[in-house]
């Protein structure tokens, strides 16, 4: 195996086809179609369909591999300029969009001041398709909702944040003067997908108030959530920051008995941080809390109670 067979076929599964890649990568097809015979070959598998273009399932194995393989390389020369006190390359950073849309803005500002060399590259999706990318190592870390079931993933708790209730004002829980969660007993609402951490935390809420909480539909996606309220599909529970601009037409209320919700960072467990990684995450810890600090209904993580013992060191070896 070398490393233009694994660029072959991280190529082919990121532009489906063999001339794809072979434009991405500035050689010619037959090029591509050697390269992966040989590692086909040399591992005994089909690693990439010839009818469609896509990876078979032992491909899939092989790509995850090859892109972990990629990203220590990729680490190598950004160590050794930080040896010379220059930290340059890239970050592949997972981001919620709830938390990307405030956050992002003030780790390009920091970067520019503080890492001009370092170059962020940021993907956004939910925090159960983040978990995967980071642990194939598709992404360097990234930003999630706490809890993430995911062995192969170092997770540390960043913040805290208030969870609300988007409503129209002319539902009738608008005119409450106060909220309690046993007053959602019965009222359809927009809620995230049962696999999610968010959803089991208000689902668990929920049962230590007595009552069931009743969906009309389950989202997995916070953006597109709020958006479903905003177009009239009924009430959501929310995190504060996702409904910082909503029309006059809607409101956020308070309610009593629900939790707080937990965003982290988490990295890959395996292979060591690239010195860009470290100083993003140093980064993003610092901007986190002068952030957090100045706004009420953001909360600084309590890390040694935030769902149990706390967590080894992030970036311990």
């Known amino acids: 195996m070398d490393l233009r067979q694994f660029a072959a076929l991280v190529a082919i599964a990121d532009h489906g086809s063999f001339s794809g890649a072979a434009a991405a990568l500035h050689t010619v097809q037959s090029n591509i179609s050697g390269h992966i015979k040989r590692l086909e070959r040399e591992l005994g598998v089909e690693l990439v369909d010839r009818r469609t273009g896509q990876l078979t399932e032992e491909g899939q194995v092989v790509e995850a591999r090859a892109r972990a393989v990629q990203a220590e390389l990729e680490s190598v020369a950004s160590d050794l300029a930080a040896l010379r006190q220059e930290v340059t390359g890239s970050v ?56 993430l079931n995911n062995p192969d993933l170092r997770l540390r ?94 409101v956020a209320l308070g309610v009593g008995g629900l939790p707080l919700r937990h965003v982290g960072i988490a990295l890959r467990k395996r292979g060591k941080p690239s010195a860009p990684t470290r100083a993003l995450i140093e980064l993003l810890e610092n901007v986190i809390s002068t952030y957090v600090s100045a706004h009420n209904h953001l909360h600084q993580a309590d890390i040694s109670t935030a769902r149990g013992a706390a967590p080894p060191p992030l970036l311990a070896p």
């Open 157 to 250: 708790p960043l913040f805290d944040e208030d969870i609300v209730l988007l409503v129209a004002r002319d539902h009738p829980l608008a005119t409450s003067s106060s909220l309690n969660l046993k007053d959602l007993a019965g009222v359809e609402l927009i809620l995230p997908a049962p696999h999610t951490g968010f959803r089991e935390e208000l689902d668990e809420a929920a049962r230590n108030a007595g009552i069931t909480l009743r969906s009309r539909a389950d989202i997995d996606g916070l953006r597109l959530l709020s958006f479903l309220t905003l177009r009239g599909f009924g009430p959501a529970l929310l995190p504060a920051t996702t409904v910082a601009d909503v029309p006059p037409s809607y």
């Open 92 to 147: 592949r950073l997972g981001m919620i969009s709830t938390t990307g849309r405030w956050l992002v803005p003030l780790l390009l500002d920091h970067l520019a001041a503080t890492h001009p060399g370092v170059r962020l590259v940021t993907t956004e999706a939910t925090s159960s398709a983040l978990g995967v990318l980071l642990a194939t190592g598709g992404l360097d870390c990234g930003v999630v909702n706490l809890p």
